[in-house]
């Protein structure tokens, strides 16, 4: 079985930042893309930013400039790290895995969520 563990958020005033973290667990052949994603109350989930296995990444344009995703391939681990946070950033972030398993067929796993607050 794969887990997925997150971990980073907190509460944060406007303009300060935040590194969130998650790292995948159990039999995985590769992580192919990873993503975070975001859910604010009374909204939709939303992508917030991913990275393929090649490295290529792509942002909200509501974070662009602001959030950057990396990957560490060696810790199956990925991070997000968040920089002049407005209180819209507001949610709970999921980050999500396409993870390759034993026998080669690939299932897009979801961490737990964390919570992330930021205030005026």
């Known amino acids: 079985q794969v887990q997925l563990v997150e971990s980073g958020g907190g509460f944060v005033q406007a303009g300060g930042s935040l590194r969130l973290s998650c790292a995948a667990s159990?039999?995985?052949?590769?992580?192919?893309?990873w993503g975070w994603y975001r859910q604010a109350p009374g909204k939709q989930r939303e992508l917030v930013a991913a990275i393929t296995s090649s490295g290529n990444t792509n942002y909200a344009d509501s974070v662009k400039g602001r959030f950057t995703i990396s990957r560490d391939n060696a810790k199956n681990t990925v991070y997000l790290q968040m920089n002049s946070l407005k209180p819209e950033d507001t949610a709970v972030y999921y980050c999500t895995a396409d993870i390759v398993g034993r026998y080669g067929y690939t299932r897009r796993y979801w961490g737990q969520g964390t919570q992330v607050t930021v205030s005026s």
């Open positions: 159990g039999t995985i052949f590769r992580v192919n893309t």
